[in-house]
């Protein structure tokens, strides 16, 4: 259980610091990143829909499932041509994907503050304060239109700094309250001990 504990801490940490690099890459090169995503998925999509298309036409047989694949196929195909020639309208809709996943992390942290309020820790209300202000960023990413694109794609990098930074504060309070809660049991056990 410990081992598990220990790995979940190291993911979480691990999450929260590829969320600020990410951050940072966004800010610092905000236009070029979201280029190079958007013809990356439209490149990937576009391959695979005429890889099922051509493993449907060099097979004989007929079947539901292999029709069924080729009208995906055509679909993939057609979108990752679109991404590829338009990538301007997958980029506007990337703020409202983030926002959500924003949003969604930002819950996952006044949860967390309000379990550091049950374990007695003074400055929960902080932990709070930054789950609400996660939340209200996710909010504001899916609910505020864009006019400028490279506008946005910083906005989304500072908010995932944002959000990786207080990602990292909450678990390390966490981890604070968990380990002083877990020193009290000890000395209360080897209190016992000695009084037996």
């Keep these: 259980m410990m081992r598990f504990i220990k790995e979940l ?24 990143t979201t280029q190079i995503v958007c013809r990356l998925l439209g ?18 047989e007929r ?66 304060i930054f789950g609400l202000l996660t939340v209200a960023a996710g909010g504001f990413l899916i609910c505020k239109p864009f006019e400028f694109v490279e506008t946005a794609v910083r906005l989304i990098g500072a908010f995932l700094v944002y959000d990786g930074g207080s990602d990292i504060w909450i678990l390390s309070r966490v981890i604070k309250v968990r380990r002083e809660k877990e020193r009290i049991i000890d000395a209360e056990y080897v209190d016992i001990k000695d009084a037996d």
């Excluded at 801490?9 to 070029?32: D, E, F, H, M, Q």
């Excluded at 490149?43 to 004989?60: D, K, S």
């Excluded at 009208?71 to 590829?84: D, E, N, R």
């Excluded at 967390?112 to 932990?127: F, M, V």
């Design 63 to 128: 079947t539901i499932i292999s029709q069924g694949m080729l009208i995906l196929g055509i679909i993939l195909t057609v979108f990752g041509a679109w991404i590829l020639f338009k990538p301007e309208m997958i980029i506007k809709a990337v703020p409202v994907m983030v926002g959500i996943l924003i949003g969604i992390h930002g819950f996952h942290n006044v949860v967390q503050a309000i379990a550091l309020q049950k374990e007695g820790y003074e400055k929960w209300w902080l932990a709070l």
């Design 43 to 60: 490149t990937v999509l576009l391959i695979y829909g005429v890889v099922q298309i051509a493993i449907y036409l060099f097979n004989r």
């Design 9 to 32: 801490k190291a993911n979480y940490v691990a999450s929260a610091i590829l969320c600020v690099l990410l951050g940072l890459v966004l800010i610092i090169w905000p236009g070029t």
